[in-house]
């Protein structure tokens, strides 16, 4: 529960105009005023379960989009699965994209409109950046690109030409 907590609390921040919350999703630069702590309780809440439905859905896709290739090449008879290892990620990944895809379209079409249950448009704020946070983001993207480059790379020395 400390890492869901910590996802929550990020979400929420104190400004010069009072607690702020931010939605994932929601335009930059823009969080609205949280009036009670009430408010804060339920907004923190619905965040929750949101998440919780969200990791649902990405675990549980991997775990079908597994079963269904490794169903598909042992019912094909292809022989050694390593000796197939493009077709059987790329069979996974077709099954995940539409065992996850479509959950996770209905579920953000969900989000959207219950954030606007939470809070109002007058309560909208303009919310300061700080370098701190965009050093971060940068940080994250490079190592992402950096996951993604090795990753990459291990693809390719599991399946070259030997």
Known sequence: MGLLDSMVSRAFRDEH????????????????IVRSASDELKIKSFLKMFYIA????????MLVANGCSTFIIHLDGMGRPAAHMLRIMGIALGVYSVVVGLPLIFLWRTYKK?????????????RSDSAVMRHRRIVALVLITLGFFVLGLGIFWLIRAK
């Open 54 to 61: 969200y990791f649902a859905i990405l675990w549980l896709g």
């Open 17 to 32: 105009t009072g607690r702020v919350v931010v939605f994932s999703g929601d335009r930059r630069g823009r969080g609205y």
């Open 114 to 126: 219950a954030i606007l249950g939470f809070v109002s448009a007058q309560d909208a704020v303009s």
